[in-house]
């Protein structure tokens, strides 16, 4: 009887070596535990093969956000603002410096949710976005118009000019009657208030009068100033003009 009861007491060999083996298995963890404490400020690299653990990397796991693409012509502002010769004329340089940082080119996450290629003026910020495929926007710093020359709405783009030609309105001369000069049209150029480009706004077929346009002005964008027209930086105009085709929609709020 006693020596049965010896024999019931004693741990069978597979027994001890399966308790050796979990208490070996603990160890390690334990041990790697106390490296990734101790060694936090550290980097250490540790073979997690020979544990038989999941080595799925959180990398792998990706956020569910539009990504922002990469376009060569929008890179730094020194760049993007350079001095440029375009048309015959030289644009000259923007100091960029002094332009606010939200107000320069740059590609973003469209925050509109129009169709790509549509135009949309977002007044009160002083933004134009420029809708792009895959959930991206161009975004660009705009001017403009003063309280009670602004207009909004729906429309498209009938149709674009490269250093066009500005006629004032004749209401524009009555209240500023030096412009007289001009009603016969103000030739393209640098002095020119439509700037290196302008793309003209109609809305059910017939011209609103209002022009997404460039301006030698470049202090005045985030401003209200215009006579309600949009106006950008010439070189993000002459930018934003060679990304737009005829019949581009523009959304005005």
């Not at 929008?74 to 410096?97: C, H, L």
Request: hydrophobic share 35%; charged share 20%.
């Amino acid at each position: 009887m006693r020596k049965l009861q010896q024999m019931a007491e004693t741990p069978r060999e597979d027994e001890i070596r399966e308790t050796e083996g979990l208490t070996s298995r603990r160890a390690v963890l334990a041990g790697l535990g106390a490296v990734a404490l101790a060694g936090a400020g550290c980097s250490r690299t540790v073979d997690m093969s020979a544990m038989g653990l999941d080595n799925l990397t959180t990398g792998s796991i990706r956020p569910i956000r539009p990504s922002i693409s990469v376009d060569s012509n929008i890179t730094s502002p020194n760049v993007m603002y350079a001095a440029v010769t375009d048309g015959g004329f030289a644009v000259p340089e923007v100091p960029y410096q002094k332009v606010k940082a939200e107000f320069r080119r740059q590609i973003v996450v469209d925050p509109t949710g129009e169709a790509p290629g549509t135009l949309v003026v977002h007044t009160k910020e002083r933004l134009l976005y420029l809708v792009q495929p895959g959930g991206d926007a161009i975004r660009y710093g705009v001017g403009v118009g003063k309280d009670g020359f602004r207009w909004s709405g729906r429309a498209n783009i009938q149709y674009g000019r490269e250093w066009p030609t500005w006629t004032p309105p004749a209401e524009m001369i009555q209240r500023k009657p030096e412009l007289v000069k001009w009603q016969g049209g103000q030739p393209g150029g640098l002095d020119n208030p439509l700037g290196a480009r302008a793309l003209y706004i109609y809305q059910d077929g017939k011209d609103t009068g209002y022009r997404i346009h460039g301006s030698p002005e470049w202090w005045s964008i985030g401003q209200a100033m215009s006579s309600g027209c949009v106006r950008l930086i010439n070189q993000d105009i002459i930018d934003l003009y060679s990304r737009v085709s005829k019949k581009n929609p523009v959304v005005v709020i």
